[in-house]
């Protein structure tokens, strides 16, 4: 479903919900058993040097909600609360780190609707990213407050959830035999062939907010894109590093300007969540659609793959900003 922009409505109860559309699943359109090229295991090789020290582990869990209809924005604030009640330091380094000067400083992790999967629907993926990736210590924590959480309930009769099974899933969605925190240098080709060279889709199926001077970028194009996702890696990189990234992602933006594009195809979309601390609804602008590169991402490719775990501008603990990477279909088989 879109929204018309002249008529924008909330995507609360669509791109958040859990139980997902059976027709937006990446791997019935791309396939799932494609052979896959390791990434070059260079350390000069330029992405490598940076995405090879941001780590993610995420999870898929499998929930059952009886009588909510549930949204990721219902299940972060809950869970939040909880964390936030049974340990505060542990909430302040998760969901604001301030960084010391050193440190992240972004929220260690995100929460998301699973792709579409009849077998396991409702499910969430949940995205632990950075240190928080790498401190079994914190997560022992993080599972005790999701605990919590389904005890306190969902909506406002605050019905109770359950996490009824989870497993850690890799880079290509598979689940893990035991749960390992992996490096966005791992991260796997989108499709098969040259991942470089194949036409690419960029597809946001859930808002994405990205904002300039103030206001937001309405049809976004891959420079705009590329900006986000520098800034968003930067995020989770050490200070010492911050000059050496700067100056590598003004020549990647610049790159971005020369990548031929089609124009961005989609409309507005909008996120309606509440506030518990505002006691009100806020409502979250933003554009779903889609972005064609026909001759391929270039040398980009890296960056782009990495963004479908980070995701990108505003609003990323809560699933908004994804893209789905994929193979742009032939002319006669587009929509």
């Given at each position: 479903m879109t929204a018309h922009?002249?008529?924008?409505?909330?995507?609360?109860?669509r791109h958040a919900s859990l139980d997902g559309d059976a027709h937006s699943d990446?791997?019935?359109?791309?396939?799932?058993?494609?052979?896959i090229e390791p990434l070059p295991s260079d350390p000069s090789w330029p992405f490598a040097r940076f995405l090879g020290g941001v780590y993610v582990l995420p999870y898929r869990v499998r929930l059952e909600t009886p009588g909510v209809f549930a949204t990721v924005p219902m299940l972060r604030g809950v869970w939040g609360a909880a964390l936030h009640d049974l340990d505060r330091s542990v909430y302040d380094?998760?969901?604001?780190?301030?960084?010391?000067?050193?440190?992240?400083?972004s929220p260690g992790y995100l929460l998301r609707a699973a792709p579409p999967d009849p077998a396991i629907a409702p499910a969430m993926d949940w995205i632990l990213i950075g240190e928080t990736a790498r401190r079994p210590d914190l997560q022992e924590t993080l599972w005790r407050a999701w605990d919590i959480a389904s005890g306190m309930g969902l909506g406002p009769h605050r019905i109770r959830f359950h996490?009824?099974?989870?497993?850690?899933?890799d880079s290509n969605g598979m689940r893990l035999g035991a749960p390992r925190a992996w490096s966005l240098a791992e991260v796997r080709p989108f499709h098969d062939g040259d991942p470089g060279t194949t036409p690419l889709r960029l597809r946001f199926d859930a808002p994405v907010r990205l904002i300039?001077?103030?206001?937001?970028i309405d049809r976004p194009?891959?420079?705009?894109?590329?900006v986000s996702v520098c800034r968003r890696i930067r995020a989770f990189l050490p200070s010492a590093r911050h000059a050496e990234w700067d100056a590598a992602s003004r020549d990647w933006i610049e790159t971005s300007r020369q990548v031929p594009a089609e124009p961005w195809v989609g409309d507005r979309l909008d996120l309606m969540r509440y506030s518990a601390r505002q006691h009100s609804e806020l409502e979250l602008r933003g554009v779903a659609g889609r972005l064609d590169l026909p001759g391929g991402p270039g040398a980009l490719w890296p960056?782009?793959?990495?963004?479908?775990?980070?995701?990108?501008?505003?609003?990323?603990?809560m699933g908004l900003g994804?893209?789905?990477?994929?193979?742009?279909?032939?002319?006669?088989?587009q929509t």
């Open positions: 922009p002249r008529d924008p409505q909330s995507a609360d109860d990446p791997r019935a359109e791309h396939g799932a058993g494609a052979a380094s998760v969901f604001a780190p301030d960084g010391d000067g050193v440190g992240q400083r996490l009824r099974d989870r497993w850690a899933i300039r001077q103030g206001r937001l194009g891959l420079p705009d894109i590329i960056l782009l793959a990495a963004a479908q775990w980070l995701h990108i501008g505003k609003g990323t603990v994804q893209p789905k990477c994929m193979r742009l279909p032939p002319p006669n088989q």
